[in-house]
């Protein structure tokens, strides 16, 4: 992928982690960025949206950020139904305009 | 409420086509982007293309040009995801979205075997 995610992270209950999506000027250096949690087969929820807007719902133990080409995705307060897999997307001037996803992040809570 | 429910699990020979729909309700189909998103067995999400439901334009990603097909039918508020020549790496789940914060479908089990 054009968007770049640490394959795994862990944390034990209570920390905090934070997950990095590493891009470029073609897609998070121009576009915002969206973060989804997937447990499969159940369908991905959005987490973040517009870089670091959350929506209804979504406890304020995620939030995000955005600087030049990287984005980031922190959960505090971290609990065992936190784990998942993370993705952050955004769009792609280099790709037609097209939505990318990052690899993607397995977060394991030890 | 804003859902979008998906047909049922498909199996098929490699070459075959599938065709998946994902129906809408609870909002004006025609307001909003239709995506597929895919994951194949053992990878991450990738994205499939993008149709407008009020147009009916389309747009792949490149890896699937030529092999998948989407369409709509507005008086039903249904999007459909056609691929084509399939092989055993395109099982996965399949699913849609209306745009890219709206709710996602609840997936579609496709899976290819000989």
């Known amino acids: 992928s054009v968007l770049t995610q640490p394959p795994s992270t862990s944390g034990t209950p209570g920390q905090t982690v934070t997950i990095s999506c590493s891009g470029g000027?073609?897609?998070?250096?121009?576009?915002?960025v969206n973060w989804y949690q997937h447990v499969p087969p159940a369908a991905p929820k959005l987490l973040i949206f517009?870089?670091?807007q959350r929506p209804s719902g979504v406890p304020d133990r995620f939030s995000a950020s955005k600087s030049g080409t990287s984005a980031s995705l922190a959960i505090s307060g971290l609990q065992s139904d936190d784990e998942a897999d993370y993705y952050c997307?955004?769009?792609?001037?280099?790709?037609?305009?097209?939505?990318?996803f990052g690899g993607g992040t397995r977060l394991t809570v030890l | 409420q804003v859902q979008m429910s998906q047909s049922g699990a498909e199996v098929k020979k490699p070459g075959a086509t599938v065709r998946v729909s994902c129906s809408a309700s609870?909002?004006?189909?025609?307001?909003?982007?239709i995506n597929w998103v895919r994951q194949a067995t053992g990878q991450g999400l990738e994205w499939m293309g993008w149709?407008?439901?009020?147009?009916?334009?389309?747009g792949y990603a490149q890896r699937f040009q030529g092999r998948v097909t989407m369409t709509r039918d507005t008086s039903i508020g249904t999007a459909y995801m056609e691929l084509s020549n399939l092989t055993p790496d395109d099982t996965g789940i399949y699913y849609c979205?209306?745009?890219?914060?709206?709710?996602w479908g609840q997936g579609t089990q496709v899976t290819v075997t000989s």
């Open positions: 000027n073609s897609n998070i250096g121009t576009y915002p």
């Open positions: 609870g909002y004006t189909f025609i307001n909003n982007d």
């Open positions: 149709m407008n439901p009020k147009s009916g334009n389309t």
């Open positions: 517009t870089d670091n």
């Open positions: 997307a955004t769009w792609d001037d280099n790709l037609n305009g097209d939505w990318v």
């Open positions: 979205a209306s745009g890219t914060i709206g709710p």
